[in-house]
């Protein structure tokens, strides 16, 4: 077997092109990654390098060798991140989400859980939601697609639904609902990161202006020195910013939107393997699930 310092130092040669830099990458003397480099030729029995006075390169052959070097690294780096999050997750429940209101409900509910839980700290891209089930990145990863296929499966959770906090002085606060259209040409104070919020009010409110904050302290002193609108969730409002945002003494008033475009459905997918291990914290989830929006 082939020691794997030996394709790190071919890898990294085959990057830098010579020996010294190979060498000052790698922290090691110049004539140790030469030695390195003979032993590799020896150890698998061909030629990998072109060796000429005060030059050396890889032949064609080592530039295939090189490529399987990269390879065999990654993979390993690979292996050795699935053991750790495996272990991990014989300690944890790792939960994620696709996008933000999720992961503020399971953040506020992890006390309430009963079980040694983590919450994964950024949102989970939709097309990476099976690769990180299947290297123990996460054991639930709540999400509005429902996936199913012969390692993954999802499970019905809830909904999130989209209103908007208006002014009560306004005419539309004194609705029970309104819908994306009766907003149009109206100006928002909207947190930047909101997931897929963020092309749905674009999409469905005609002509709206957006002015997007990073910081949610900016968010918070905007939204109480001014009547500017802004948008929760039946998820959101479980997290503590959202009452800062909203003092006792604010002027606006939580109006749910009736567009079905405002309710997301969300799903927790997870691998069918672990399902049976799994399933009493689903159910918990499930339970805790903000079903009502805030009056």
């Known amino acids: 077997m082939i020691d794997s310092y030996l394709w790190e130092e071919l890898a990294v040669f085959s990057r830098t092109g010579t020996l010294t830099k190979t060498a000052e990458e790698l922290n090691v003397t110049q004539p140790s990654v030469t030695r390195s480099m003979q032993k590799l030729e020896d150890d698998i029995g061909v030629k990998l390098f072109d060796r ?17 070097a990269e390879k065999l690294i990654d993979a390993s780096e690979t292996s050795v991140n699935r053991i750790k999050n495996f272990d991990r997750s014989q300690h944890f429940t790792i939960l994620g989400s696709t996008s933000p209101g999720p992961i503020i409900m399971l953040n506020e509910l992890k006390k309430n859980i009963g079980q040694q839980v983590q919450i994964t700290g950024d949102i989970i891209p939709d097309k990476l939601v099976e690769p990180f089930l299947i290297n123990n990145e996460a054991d639930i990863i709540l999400s509005d697609q429902e996936i199913l296929s012969d390692k993954v499966e999802s499970q019905y959770i809830g909904e ?9 002085f306004t005419f539309l606060a004194n609705q029970k609902t309104v819908t994306f259209e009766q907003l149009k040409d109206m100006s928002f104070i909207v947190m930047n990161n909101i997931g897929l919020w963020k092309n749905i009010i674009q999409n469905y409110i005609p002509d709206a202006q957006f002015m997007y904050q990073e910081d949610r302290n900016s968010f918070t002193e905007i939204t109480k ?6 948008f929760t969730t039946n998820l959101s409002q479980t997290n503590p910013f959202f ?16 567009d079905e475009s405002a309710r997301v459905i969300n799903y927790a997918t997870y691998l069918t393997s672990q399902k049976s291990r799994l399933s009493p914290m689903i159910d918990k989830i499930r339970q805790q699930w903000p079903n009502n929006m805030a009056k």
């Open 52 to 68: 000429k006075a005060n030059r050396i390169k890889l032949t064609p052959t080592g530039e295939m060798a090189a490529k399987e």
């Open 160 to 168: 999130e639904r989209l209103q908007v906090n208006l002014d009560k």
């Open 225 to 230: 020195h001014s009547s500017f609108p802004f």
């Open 243 to 258: 009452k800062e945002s909203l003092d006792e003494n604010d002027d606006r008033i939580a109006i749910p939107i009736s």
